[in-house]
């Protein structure tokens, strides 16, 4: 990952190497309030949405 002094993070990793979850946890971490996510396929964008639902309920928070 790299990151700038704007607050922009890019992370750039192999296939299910954790990517969905480890910028739910970056995000967390640093509070952020808006996240972009580029991803080429919808079945992708499904996939990232069902791992931070998931990781927002087990941590007994309600996704917005």
Same mark, same amino acid.
């Given at each position: 990952? &790299?990151?700038?002094?704007?607050?922009?993070?890019?992370? *750039?990793?192999?296939?299910?190497?954790? +990517? &969905?979850?480890?910028?739910?946890?970056? *995000?967390?971490?640093? =509070?952020?309030?808006?996240?972009?996510? *580029?991803?080429?396929?919808?079945?992708?964008? +499904?996939?990232?949405? &069902? &791992?931070?639902?998931?990781?927002?309920?087990? =941590?007994?928070? *309600?996704?917005?």
């Amino acid at each position: 990952p &790299s990151r700038n002094a704007g607050g922009f993070l890019l992370l *750039a990793r192999l296939l299910s190497s954790g +990517k &969905s979850l480890t910028g739910f946890w970056i *995000a967390q971490t640093m =509070h952020a309030q808006s996240i972009v996510v *580029a991803v080429p396929s919808l079945a992708l964008v +499904k996939q990232t949405l &069902s &791992s931070w639902t998931r990781e927002f309920l087990a =941590h007994g928070e *309600a996704p917005e």
